[in-house]
């Protein structure tokens, strides 16, 4: 989860550490315009959401692999 528009840590930075990770169980969002602080941006529920979409898909998927 990243903000295409944070000041402190370019979205670039985190694209690259995603491609570098060797898991292929990863993933990122990039929200437009957003910036540093995602949960205090005008979409924080939207981020919210999303966050707990990946939470639940992730338990979910580690459920899964573990049968």
Known sequence: FHGTADPFVPYGDSLQAIEDMPSPAKTIKLYDGAKHELFNE?????VIRDLQSWIE??????????K
């Open 57 to 66: 898909d992730t338990l979910g998927n580690l459920k899964e692999t573990s």
């Open 42 to 46: 005008i979409n924080k529920e939207e």
